[in-house]
């Protein structure tokens, strides 16, 4: 504001107080403007001319003469002459053209009016004392050597120099103020960039109450209610994750005490209604076991508490022996079976038991969602120059929104198993299926926890 105000009030306050000061000057100096003509300027140059011409007062033609070219030699860029009470022209110094020889007073009148004013500057004066003679002389100068270039006052330094130095302090100022201005918006702009291990800015200290002072407790104020809406967030998380991993502990036991009174009532005498309802009472709880185990595993696994221990691992072995268990539930269903895997071992890093999930969940999620399909194939295929393991079927796909089917929570630990056993996942959301494809890592790549990983076999979870 400062600087504002003093820009708008520079020309009508600061030239004012100089032009006073200058005028203090001049009146303390009593100088007035210095001449620094030649010969004194034009009044100078008048006043010695009539002086000059006062003292011709009774004196003859030849001391005349001899007068005016004393006066020639004091100043020899002037041109003079003198004219007799007869109006006869007697010395030229030098001669010049345009004066006649004889006056009449209508040449006169006109010489006179022609001088005023011009350039060479003219002075006439009249012989005699007072200059009351019958006669006159007339001197010529030109006008540049007696008019200054640029006359200066005895104060016109002081004024210049107050002037200077009142902008150059004006602009100094507003240097030095957008300099400080910048340097505290660049740390402004470093602080915002410095982040903690949540990814949230670091407060920043504030050191003037000022406009970006304000702007810097904003900030720090936004970095609070981040840091705030972060503890929040990880305590409703943990909360969340605590009350699931209760609720599936606590759901188990009524659930195994009701499938062994199912298993009881297998034995008894039923109709074949009641046979029907308990085959869908059966049915229901082992679908309930199956998804209080899922959130019981996905709650361990986004609390960082499942451990995978990878090793080399005949996959093929694996997925006959799920494909195996599988066999009788595709014949209830009446899906159409292709299993095509070679007797060969094929080696890859993965986790048994997390491995052996994954193909569970997957041939699950295609009985429960894809069975309308009437299909579902366990076969290895060559993509992209890798061999590829591919669940596929012919349905409308997997939907992880199905209401109270679970799908959601078992295709999400598939993804996560995969990514975890450095795999690449998909989202589960496709069209025909999943594909488990082999191949080396890439040399150089970072697991999870960022340390830079050997080159070995691993598999991607891809879709189809």
């Not at 679908?287 to 709650?299: M, P, Q, R, V």
């Not at 669940?391 to 993804?415: E, F, Q, Y």
Request: aromatic fraction near 8%; glycine fraction near 10%; hydrophobic fraction near 40%.
């Amino acid at each position: 504001m400062l600087i504002v105000i003093a820009a708008f009030l520079f020309i009508p306050v600061i030239l004012p107080i100089a032009s006073v000061s200058y005028s203090i000057v001049q009146w303390i100096s009593g100088n007035d403007i210095v001449d620094d003509t030649k010969y004194g300027g034009t009044t100078a140059v008048r006043t010695m001319w009539h002086a000059e011409a006062a003292k011709m007062d009774g004196l003859s033609v030849d001391e005349i003469d001899a007068a005016l070219l004393e006066l020639k030699r004091q100043y020899p860029e002037a041109t003079m002459f003198w004219v007799d009470g007869e109006g006869v022209t007697r010395r030229q110094l030098p001669p010049q053209s345009d004066i006649p020889a004889k006056w009449t007073p209508r040449e006169a009148i006109r010489f006179m009016k022609a001088s005023v004013g011009s350039d060479p500057y003219t002075v006439v004066a009249f012989l005699g004392k007072d200059n009351a003679g019958p006669g006159f002389m007339t001197l010529r100068m030109p006008r540049d050597i007696l008019s200054p270039g640029s006359p200066i006052g005895a104060g016109t330094p002081y004024y210049i120099a107050f002037i200077f130095v009142m902008f150059a302090f004006f602009v100094a100022m507003s240097l030095l103020f957008f300099r400080h201005i910048r340097r505290r918006l660049l740390r402004l702009q470093s602080a915002m960039a410095l982040q903690d291990e949540h990814g949230i800015p670091m407060p920043i200290g504030v050191r003037r109450e000022d406009e970006i002072g304000a702007l810097e407790l904003a900030f720090n104020g936004m970095v609070v209610q981040l840091r705030d809406s972060r503890k929040r967030q990880a305590e409703e998380e943990e909360l969340r994750k605590s009350l699931i991993a209760n609720l599936s502990h606590d759901l188990r036991t009524p659930l195994t005490i009701m499938n062994g009174h199912l298993h009881q009532l297998q034995g008894e005498r039923l109709s074949e209604h009641g046979r029907q309802s308990l085959s869908v009472m059966q049915a229901k709880s082992e679908g309930l076991g199956e998804l209080i185990d899922n959130l019981l595993a996905y709650t361990l696994m986004t609390g960082g508490r499942y451990r995978l221990a990878c090793e080399e691992t005949d996959v093929m072995r694996l997925a006959r022996e799920s494909a195996a268990g599988w066999y009788p539930v595709w014949e209830r269903e009446g899906l159409e079976v292709e299993v095509d895997l070679p007797h060969e071992s094929m080696i890859w890093s993965v986790d048994r038991a997390a491995f052996q999930r994954m193909l569970d969940n997957l041939f699950q999620n295609v009985v429960r969602h894809a069975g309308n399909g009437g299909y579902i194939g366990l076969t290895l295929a060559e993509r992209a120059g890798r061999t590829s393991l591919v669940v596929a079927d012919r349905g409308n796909g997997m939907k992880a929104g199905s209401p109270g089917s679970g799908a959601g929570i078992g295709l999400a630990i598939v993804d996560y198993l995969a990514e975890s056993m450095s795999g690449k996942p998909k989202a589960p959301r496709r069209e025909r299926g999943f594909i488990f494809t082999s191949g080396p890592r890439r040399q150089g790549a970072r697991n999870k926890a960022g340390a830079a990983s050997e080159r070995r076999p691993g598999f991607f979870l891809n879709e189809i």
